[in-house]
T-cell receptor, first 111, second 114 residues
Framework: GQQLNQSPQSMFIQEGEDVSMNCTSSSIFNTWLWYKQDPGEGPVLLIALYKAGELTSNGRLTAQFGITRKDSFLNISASIPSDVGIYFCAGQLVGTYKYIFGTGTRLKVLA | EPEVTQTPSHQVTQMGQEVILRCVPISNHLYFYWYRQILGQKVEFLVSFYNNEISEKSEIFDDQFSVERPDGSNFTLKIRSTKLEDSAMYFC????????????FGPGTRLTVT
């Protein structure tokens, strides 16, 4: 089946540092969504990407839709303690209404 | 701000029983989804629903599962003859459609099958 490989699996960083995570696949997507999930809660949408090459920002977050349509990255600048959580990418498979989620990046910020 | 709501927040059921998980999507959204997340694992797509019919389903969504939009506001997931491995968080999501694919998730229902 289709898979989204997300890396890194986990990160421990100091407050104020920048963070980068990415998702790659052998499948092609026509939408990328990035989510943050806190324990016991539903995923919260951070950024949506619709076009290959698109670069979109939301405050300290920046995400890009890869040119090949098979990958995407998310950057967080100047991390703060509340950035702690699990970040997921999700891609909509071309020609379907099916979304595949990445395996998640667990972020821990040390004050 | 409009949000997706789900009830109950936690459902405990015995193996073999049927459960119905309920969702109220955002009111002007046209596409509805159910996802499952086993503890500590990634979110898994179950089904998408549009115009009163299933538009896509995953291999997980077998005959044990069904979805329904019984009225203008609710969207339900029925799981028949529950199994221990059905224990998970179940999330409902909705999107506006018409080229707007951002999905907004509800808080989830934790299903525990004993």
């Amino acid at each position: 089946g289709q898979q989204l490989n997300q890396s890194p699996q986990s990160m421990f960083i100091q407050e104020g540092e920048d963070v980068s995570m990415n998702c790659t696949s052998s499948s092609i997507f026509n939408t990328w969504l990035w989510y943050k999930q806190d324990p016991g809660e539903g995923p919260v949408l951070l950024i949506a990407l619709y076009k290959a090459g698109e670069l979109t920002s939301n405050g300290r977050l920046t995400a890009q839709f890869g040119i090949t349509r098979k990958d995407s990255f998310l950057n967080i600048s100047a991390s703060i303690p509340s950035d702690v959580g699990i970040y997921f990418c999700a891609g909509q498979l071309v020609g379907t209404y099916k979304y595949i989620f990445g395996t998640g990046t667990r972020l821990k910020v040390l004050a | 701000e409009p949000e997706v709501t789900q009830t109950p927040s936690h459902q405990v059921t015995q193996m073999g029983q049927e459960v119905i998980l309920r969702c109220v999507p955002i009111s002007n959204h046209l596409y509805f989804y159910w996802y499952r997340q086993i503890l500590g694992q990634k979110v898994e797509f179950l089904v998408s629903f549009y115009n009163n019919e299933i538009s896509e389903k995953s291999e997980i969504f077998d005959d044990q599962f069904s979805v329904e939009r019984p009225d203008g506001s609710n969207f339900t997931l029925k799981i028949r003859s529950t199994k221990l491995e059905d224990s998970a968080m179940y999330f409902c999501a909705s999107s506006a459609g018409q080229g707007i694919n951002e999905q907004y998730f509800g808080p989830g229902t934790r299903l525990t099958v004993t």
